[in-house]
């Protein structure tokens, strides 16, 4: 179990720049115990206290709490990241500023090639973030995993002393910075012990302005153009890198630094509550950045689309959106927490900025409570505009995904009339030859018969019995030759003309005058053409074309 470190830090009533303990860094339940007993009150003053825990030690949460009178429930909201304290009143009324606890983005670097090493092919899967004694999330790691985005919790509780008006005490308890991945499935040892792999802090390849912490001096000697410049600029700062419980001592171990009055416990987490920002705004930059490279991404890239990547192209965006959607709700909660959900502060103030010139204007108009609401009311409108611009690139992706599926499914109908028409032609080309079949089996049906009977009348010397009737063959093989000949070159038109004069002439009409049906079969038969079709591939409608009507729907 790792240990748990305190800060104590007093803001006696006289001093603006606050006032600080010979000791006021603790690591041992005993020590605190005893510093907080035997630490004097002045009558004089009131006391005002920030305490800053790290970690979960229990020992030391039982001195705050029992001091303090800190409820347990505090602390073990603290413990798990889907626990909510809800602190009302005796009327159910939330007022007041006596709790809160938000979410810090963090970003840690993994080596896959050591997890890979230590635990072998199986190590890849779903792992549980563990700081210090508790967990926080998931997080899925694969081989091509670089870095892991968690988030850690900072709670505060605020309490006034009801006998001496004045007196407040702020307890602020933040996470280690310290963080692991754990697997309990994966354990090295008959022990059961789960798998634990450390995770180190990420080495970014570029150094983003918005990393960066430049603050000014206090010291009013220089003046523009002369002396050493105001600006103190340190090394390159992430917040994803800092130790909130570091900073914090450094911020108010420096006496450089002109602090306010801290008036109420809330007050006195000024400081925290700015770094908490700082994390949530770079956490924001960063996911504008990738939301950008996406969008550009997919725009660059329509020349080469296909279905696969269409379709793990909009698995992305989806997931983006998401994680969009989650920002929006989390900087919503935080805002509420710090008492920055108004988001017209800033523009309530226009008249006061434009007095004098725009710093000045600023400075006089705007208390740090009303710059921090205006500085979170910027990240919202950043994230505003980052899901506004997603939703206006989701909707032309997906007008162009229907544009895509249209020209897709015309290419496909193309194709099919492509293969019908092939279908019409092979079927005439077989409907030719079913008709040559028919009538060479027509033409062989007249020629064996006469030939048979050809052989018969054609017989020479006294044994021949038809000699003397030879011309008969010709008086009946003639005409029935022609007539068959006929019916084999012509049959389907004379068949066609038949059915035609039928359909056009009544049942009266073939009673009463029989010659009219055969003039008008004849006539029909003599001026018909044979008919043929064709298919349009792109109206789908078939037409039919005869020698003396022309093209005719069917």
């Known amino acids: 179990m790792e240990e748990s470190k305190v800060q104590v830090h007093n803001f006696p009533a006289d001093l603006p720049r606050g006032h600080r303990d010979d000791r006021d860094y603790f690591n041992d339940a005993r020590d605190l115990n005893e510093y907080l007993s035997d630490s004097p009150q002045q009558p004089v003053q009131s006391r005002k206290r920030l305490i800053v825990i790290e970690g979960l030690e229990p020992r030391m949460l039982e001195v705050i709490g029992v001091k303090f009178g800190v409820p347990p429930s505090f602390f073990l909201g603290h413990c798990d990241l889907w626990t909510s304290v809800n602190i009302v009143d005796r009327a159910c009324a939330k007022t007041g500023s006596t709790y809160w606890r938000v979410q810090v983005p963090q970003t840690r670097s993994i080596e896959i090639s050591e997890l890979e090493e230590q635990f072998g092919p199986d190590c890849y899967g779903f ?70 792999f450390d995770l180190k802090d990420l080495n970014a390849e570029s150094n983003l302005f918005s990393e960066s912490i430049i603050w000014q001096n206090s010291s009013p000697d220089h003046s523009m153009g002369s002396g050493i410049p105001s600006w103190r600029v340190p090394a390159i700062h992430r917040n994803h890198r800092s130790t909130l419980f570091n900073e914090i001592a450094s911020y108010f171990h420096d006496s450089s630094i002109a602090r306010p009055l801290y008036s109420d416990p809330f007050s006195a987490t000024e400081y925290v509550r700015n770094f908490i920002r700082s994390a949530w705004e770079e956490s924001i930059f960063r996911a504008v950045d990738v939301i950008r490279g996406v969008i ?259």
Request: proline share 2%; hydrophobic share 40%; net charge negative.
């Open 127 to 196: 792992w549980t973030f563990q700081v210090g004694n508790v967990d926080r999330s998931f997080a899925a790691v694969f081989a091509s995993t670089v870095s892991l985005d968690l988030r850690n919790l900072v709670s505060y509780w605020g309490m006034e002393n009801p006998s001496n008006q004045g007196d407040w005490t702020a307890i602020v308890l933040v996470d280690p910075h310290s963080t692991k991945i754990r697997r309990d499935d994966l354990g090295l040892d008959t022990t059961g012990a789960p798998a634990l």
């Open 296 to 554: 550009f991404q997919h725009n660059t890239s329509h020349d080469s689309a296909s279905r696969a990547r269409e379709v793990e192209e909009f698995q992305v965006l989806m997931g983006v959106t998401v994680n969009t959607k989650n920002l929006h709700i989390n900087v919503r909660e935080v805002m509420r927490a710090f008492h920055c959900v108004d988001d017209d502060v800033y523009r309530n103030h226009l008249r006061e900025l434009l007095k004098g010139s725009a710093e000045e204007g600023a400075k006089t108009a705007l208390s740090n409570m009303e710059w921090e609401a205006h500085n979170w009311a910027h990240l919202q409108e950043t994230i505003d505009w980052a899901e506004e611009y997603l939703c206006d690139h989701m909707e032309r992706y997906s007008q162009r995904a229907a544009l895509i599926q249209a020209v897709e499914a015309a290419r496909q109908t193309e194709e099919a009339n492509k293969l019908t028409a092939q279908g019409l032609m092979q079927t005439d080309a077989a409907n030719r030859m079913a008709r040559s079949s028919a009538q060479l089996t027509k033409i062989a049906t007249v020629i064996v018969p006469c030939s048979f009977l050809a052989s018969i009348f054609s017989m020479g010397g006294e044994f021949a019995a038809g000699e003397r009737l030879f011309f008969v063959y010709w008086v009946i093989s003639t005409p029935v030759t022609l007539s068959l000949l006929l019916w084999v070159i012509c049959g389907d038109r004379i068949t066609d003309a038949w059915k035609d004069t039928k359909e056009d002439c009544s049942g009266s009409e073939r009673r009463a005058r029989r010659w009219t049906v055969w003039r008008k079969f004849v006539s029909r038969l003599w001026t018909s053409r044979t008919k043929f079709q064709v298919l349009d591939p792109g109206s789908q409608e078939v037409t039919s074309y005869s020698e003396e009507t022309g093209p005719e729907e069917v």
